[in-house]
């Protein structure tokens, strides 16, 4: 064999090796999502439903963001509210932090406090800057990488949100300490 064919058959060879790994874990992909949407004892359309369900839920989360997102840049609290659920949960940064609950009457207190929370991010090019929780919202317009979906729960930045009988709502925030410190003096 000629010294350049050799490094070509290395190559090729290399590809297909490659190829072959790549569809393994897709193939485990598909298999552990389609094993998330149903039990082993499941016929073939209640695992079909499961799996519609599932893809459902994922795509319910961006119209609901969508809806929410322009609810909070508007100010529009009555919108905010049916988004919500009630009580509002939130605590500090720690999860060994207390858990404070708010009822509907003190939500826009804490909720345009932790709107105004200043926050530092990353632009797309890389370069730091400082925003504020509400920059959050504006700029994530379809949720990326400020944004975790698994089935009935989601979290874009530091909101959570789940999916009940009622659809998608707001349910609790991550604030920081001085955050805290300024609902606690109002």
């Known amino acids: 064999m000629s010294p ?55 795509y319910q989360f961006p119209e609901f963001w969508k809806d929410f997102r322009t609810a909070v840049i508007n100010k529009d609290y009555s919108t905010i509210y049916k988004l919500t659920q009630f009580p509002f949960e939130t605590r500090g940064p720690m999860d ?18 932790f709107l105004d929370e200043p926050v530092s991010d990353i632009d797309s090019t890389g370069k730091d800057i400082k925003t504020t929780q509400l920059g959050i919202i504006r700029h994530t317009i379809v949720p990326g990488r400020h944004y975790t979906l698994n089935g009935d729960w989601a979290r874009v930045g ?22 805290i410190e300024i609902i606690n003096k109002r």
Request: hydrophobic share 35%.
């Open 158 to 179: 530091n909101l959570e949100f789940n999916k009940g009988s009622n659809g998608w709502r707001l349910t609790f925030a991550y604030l920081e300490y001085p955050t």
């Open 96 to 113: 060994s932090d207390p858990l404070v609950k708010y009822d509907k009457a003190e939500f826009p207190k804490v909720f345009q406090t």
């Open 4 to 58: 350049k064919i050799l490094p070509i058959k290395n190559l090729l060879l290399l590809i297909l090796a490659f190829s072959f790994a790549c569809s393994r874990n897709e193939n485990s992909h598909e298999k552990s999502v389609k094993e998330r949407g149903s039990t082993t004892n499941d016929s073939a359309s209640n695992h079909s439903a499961k799996n519609d369900n599932l893809d459902r839920v994922y």
